[in-house]
């Protein structure tokens, strides 16, 4: 029984999501989901993207968060359209919550949207919300072992982000078994080794975020 | 109707916990029940605490994680008993996988239950499961705006370990404002500074421990 309610919400999810992609396809938007632990550092990362990226690829963000407002604040400042989704509690982000965040943003001034969703490494990864790709951040004090004990996200997405890997020296985190277990999940699966802190890296996922954006 | 049917699996899971209390109680049998995000070093922690006290205070460990058997191995090694909860994707460990597990420990030579949740700050805090005490861990690399982006844990948590201070000289982590934001949701909250790598602080969370267990 409680199967059951659960995969008719799913299945409501993945039909709002489908048209949400159709949409987002019809104007030539291109969607990025970020998916990690709390203080992965996602809005950082995020911050640097916009600050570089901006003037040469309009993009706009949707922020999804239990509570507060300081996220969509952190983006706002860098002057790209944001819209914030609380969920009041809710673990992760829906197609139902993106769809009407989709009704706020200027659409068609816009060609990435990147959406923020809610620090889990769990539940996010299981509700489609329209995007082309879902990419994972793990970031390096979180240890080595993440990919083993959190396979789900890890086998539906095909970008992981290693980052903050300026703590590398200060930190016992193997990058051949992190890699080694990534693989065994996902033998397709692209690493990108950077530090949204001090940029390095972080050129790589710039040409990764070009290249989806032109692709047809 | 999907409201009604998680109100009903809370229920049901508050039946549960109240049975696991009622037995541990009997039994003389203190729990802490353990949550962080993925990879704030609960399970270090758990290492150390039980090279440093199994031989003062006999306790057990009971080990949530999505998939694989590292954590519980981990603790294994240190002679101490322990049973691994698989939850098979489920985000957070309920009352009737706990009930199940007692079954599984020797509850007569023991006076502390440690039980290490599911790594996630949202879920967790919502499922009683018999505990005496949830601790929440927060690791400096997670950022300072945890409490305020996770606040429910924060108001259902009367203890918080903040841990891997031995990385506060590289990071922006500002323990004022941490501080400040824990006390504005919960006033009674008790944080200790820890590092489970270095042990600095440890004999305070020891002390905690302690406490509870000589605690009527």
């Known amino acids: 029984m409680q199967i059951k309610v659960v995969a008719n919400v799913l299945k409501a999810n993945r039909d709002v999501a489908s048209e949400n992609r159709a949409l987002l396809k019809e104007l030539g938007i291109k969607v990025v989901n970020l998916i990690s632990s709390p203080g992965a550092g996602k809005t950082t990362l995020l911050e640097r993207t916009i600050a570089d990226l901006k003037e040469e690829l309009p993009?706009?963000?949707?922020?999804?968060?239990?509570?507060?407002?300081?996220?969509?604040?952190?983006?706002?400042?860098?002057?790209?359209?944001?819209?914030?989704?609380?969920?009041?509690?809710?673990?992760?982000?829906?197609?139902?919550?993106?769809k009407k965040a989709l009704e706020e943003l200027p659409l068609k001034e816009i060609k990435l949207l990147i959406i923020e969703n809610v620090g889990n490494l769990v539940c996010p990864s299981s509700f489609d919300l329209g995007e082309d790709e879902k990419v994972v951040?793990?970031?390096?004090?979180?240890?080595?072992?993440?990919p083993a004990k959190y396979p789900v996200t890890f086998r539906r997405t095909r970008l992981c982000l290693l980052n903050k890997i300026d703590l590398l020296p200060y930190s016992n985190f193997n990058v051949d078994n992190f890699y080694?277990?990534?693989?065994?999940?996902?033998?397709?699966?692209?690493?990108?080794?950077?530090?949204?802190?001090?940029?390095?890296?972080m050129e790589a996922w710039y040409n990764y975020l070009r290249g989806l954006v032109q692709s047809n």
């Not at 793990?138 to 993440?146: L, R």
């Not at 277990?181 to 080794?193: G, S």
């Open 59 to 98: 993009l706009a963000v949707i922020e999804g968060d239990l509570m507060t407002t300081r996220d969509g604040e952190r983006i706002g400042r860098h002057g790209v359209p944001v819209v914030q989704i609380n969920t009041g509690g809710g673990c992760h982000l829906d197609a139902a919550m993106v």
């Open 137 to 146: 951040i793990i970031s390096v004090p979180e240890g080595d072992d993440k």
């Open 180 to 201: 080694r277990d990534v693989r065994a999940l996902n033998p397709e699966m692209k690493v990108l080794q950077v530090s949204a802190l001090t940029g390095e890296g």
